[in-house]
């Protein structure tokens, strides 16, 4: 009887089972990478887009509101804008330091203004409104977050104590998702102008509601410069300054500038 010869099945060796191993490990883990890379990418761009849209909101609506400060109601044709209570005294447009409840001091973190928001002509409001309503507004850097002034009680108006360390202020920023690390304000851009001798004072500095009327006085002893009744007109603009970055991801951050034309120009006359 012939002999059969049994077939030898040959396996893989221990070296090509862990070069087979390896490359696998090798493309599992580049597609890892891959996803995770996309990832992270998309959360990087979700952060930018919410911290994009969080500044530049609250940037628009202080470019706004602040654009209306010094706003009279009772400016008809002919009146006189240097009897204007809106900006006149502790109602015109001021910028301070700050310092929050956690005791950081936020230079040139404030700006406090008034404009007549009812028509009512005046800094108090009518006996009718409620107490809440006010002409007083204003926006701070606080604790990593912008506030925004919302009312003023009556005791303040009375006392003439109305400023950024007092009233109701909220938040317009969500600090556990945005962290402003920096807002400024700042007005020495602002110009004076004498009208009578077209004469530009420069250099207005705080606090802006005496600025152009010392500029003037400090020309007073230029012979021709200004004279008693010389009329001066005074041209705000407020330059802020927002930077902040995504709470919890430092490498997402976002700075931007505006500039603020105050429409309602202040007016002087020189005695």
């Known amino acids: ?127 009718t409104l409620p107490t809440n309503l006010n002409s007083y507004y204003g926006f701070r850097f606080d604790r990593n977050s912008i506030w925004v002034r919302s009312s003023v009680t009556a005791a303040e108006r009375t006392a003439n104590t109305v400023g950024c360390g007092n009233g109701n202020w909220n938040q317009i920023i969500n600090e556990q998702q945005i962290s402003v690390t920096a807002l400024t304000f700042d007005n020495s851009n602002s110009q004076c102008l004498n009208v009578t001798t077209s004469e530009v004072y420069v250099d207005v500095t705080v606090p802006i509601d005496t600025s152009c009327a010392a500029a003037i006085a400090a020309a007073a002893g230029v012979t021709g410069k200004v004279s008693s009744g010389d009329t001066a007109v005074e041209t705000q603009q407020i330059d802020i300054l927002l930077q902040g970055n995504v709470v919890g991801d430092v490498a997402v951050t976002k700075s931007l500038t505006a500039i603020v034309k105050i429409r309602n120009e202040r007016v002087f006359t020189q005695p």
């Open 1 to 127: 009887m012939p002999v059969r010869l049994m077939k030898q099945n040959k396996g893989f060796t221990l070296i090509e089972i862990m070069i087979a191993l390896m490359l696998g490990l090798i493309i599992i883990g580049a597609t890892l990478n891959i996803y995770i890379s996309t990832i992270r990418s998309s959360a990087d761009i979700s952060n930018s887009a919410r911290l994009n849209y969080d500044l530049d909101s609250a940037a628009q609506l202080m470019l706004n509101d602040i654009r209306r400060a010094g706003y009279w109601g009772g400016a008809i044709s002919d009146s006189d804008a240097n009897v204007n209570p809106f900006t006149n005294g502790n109602a015109n447009i001021q910028i301070s330091d700050y310092t929050d409840a956690d005791g950081v001091l936020h230079s040139d973190g404030c700006i406090f203004y008034t404009y007549d928001s009812d028509n009512s002509d005046s800094l108090t409001e009518a006996p």
